[in-house]
């Protein structure tokens, strides 16, 4: 009698040990695919933070090309100013010479 109890309670045993096993099984399944998506996950971050970066570095980029062509007009524009003030100028000394003679 108590030896069919002990194998029945060997059986138990056995059982919750092979169920235990499994479930240790699945966590530790479960535990790689997370980390797996982790990685990944982190691989992507990565990859976006270097994206953000290259995007901010030309968006300076562009806006310095920009300061620059906006001082180059601004200079060009005095540059025509005074090219039409000496031209305005010069009719004036001509208009002038042409009363004279």
């Given at each position: 009698l108590q030896l069919g109890k002990r194998e029945?309670?060997?059986?138990?045993?056995?059982?919750?040990?092979?169920?235990?096993?499994?479930?240790?099984?699945?966590?530790?399944?479960?535990?790689?695919?997370?980390?797996?998506?982790?990685?990944?996950?982190?691989?992507?971050?990565?990859?976006?933070k270097n994206a953000r970066a290259k995007a901010d570095k030309q968006k300076r980029d562009l806006n310095e090309e920009l300061e620059a062509l906006k001082n180059e007009l601004l200079d060009s524009l005095d540059s025509t100013a005074a090219q039409q003030e000496l031209r305005t100028k010069r009719e004036q000394e001509l208009a002038t010479l042409k009363k004279t003679t």
């Open positions: 029945e309670e060997l059986a138990q045993s056995l059982m919750r040990i092979d169920e235990e096993g499994a479930g240790k099984a699945q966590t530790q399944k479960a535990l790689r695919e997370l980390e797996s998506q982790l990685a990944e996950l982190q691989e992507d971050l990565e990859a976006e």
